[in-house]
């Protein structure tokens, strides 16, 4: 069974702008959860999605944003995008709600 | 706020010794207790979990304690191999699969 999909793995983007991040979740999986892992703050939760829902939500600004299709593949949105946004970027999904998280390979998006 | 303590950051072992890694958590709330494993480029890998009602779990070489008295867990893997090097992350959350919160992460080594 094929992992949980990101695209795509490289990013780079000047201040400003926005960006769309893809995740296809491990097939059968109903749950996406997003997160950003930098060296200074570590792997930090962004948000959830279940049958196209946010179920939970991370300390992030409203510039970060989600949402999760009727296949349960799901998009996360940066808008304005500042030099502390740099980061790997990382989608994980679960079978069910309370079942453990896979993650993926992550985008790595560098901000100039 | 909540937060997940991790210990050590770095741990440097010869094959075949063990390793242990320790997490104090302060949410006494907390039920859900995974570890991760994380290779260079790669997304982390669950290997291993526990919940709240388990005091152990094992699986192979590697084994997960709670005490939740104590508030904290720990990863134990035996006879290390030189593949075992890697970034170790412990986490928490009141279930799996949503909001967790990582530590900081240990970089293991194991020379050969």
């Known amino acids: 069974k094929a992992g949980v999909t990101q695209t795509p793995r490289y990013l780079i983007k000047t201040r400003g702008q926005q960006v769309t991040l893809s995740c296809s979740p491990i097939?059968?999986?109903?749950?996406v959860s997003w997160y950003q892992q930098t060296p200074g703050q570590g792997l930090q939760f962004l948000f959830e999605?279940?049958?196209?829902?946010?179920?939970n939500k991370g300390n992030f600004p409203g510039r970060f944003s989600g949402r999760q299709f009727s296949n349960s593949r799901s998009e996360m949105n940066v808008s304005t995008l500042e030099l502390g946004d740099s980061a790997l970027y990382l989608c994980?999904?679960?079978?069910?709600?309370?079942?453990?998280?896979?993650f993926g390979n992550g985008t790595r998006l560098t901000v100039t | 706020g909540e937060n997940v303590e991790q210990h050590p950051s770095t741990l440097s072992v010869q094959e075949g010794d063990s390793a242990v890694i320790k997490c104090t958590y302060s949410?006494?709330?907390?039920?859900?207790f995974p570890w991760y494993k994380q290779e260079l480029g790669k997304g982390p890998q669950l290997i291993i979990d526990?919940?709240?009602?388990?005091g152990e779990k094992k699986d192979q070489r590697i084994a997960v304690t709670l005490n939740k008295t104590a508030k904290h867990f720990s990863l134990h893997i035996t006879e290390t191999q030189p593949e075992d090097s890697a970034v170790y992350f412990c986490?928490?959350?009141?279930?799996?699969?949503?909001?967790?919160?990582f530590g900081k992460g240990t970089t293991l080594s194991v020379s050969s």
């Open positions: 986490a928490q959350g009141y279930q799996a699969g949503t909001a967790l919160i």
């Open positions: 994980a999904s679960s079978l069910e709600i309370n079942s453990p998280l896979h």
């Open positions: 949410d006494s709330a907390s039920n859900y």
């Open positions: 526990i919940r709240s009602n388990v």
């Open positions: 999605y279940f049958s196209e829902t946010q179920r």
């Open positions: 097939s059968g999986h109903r749950s």
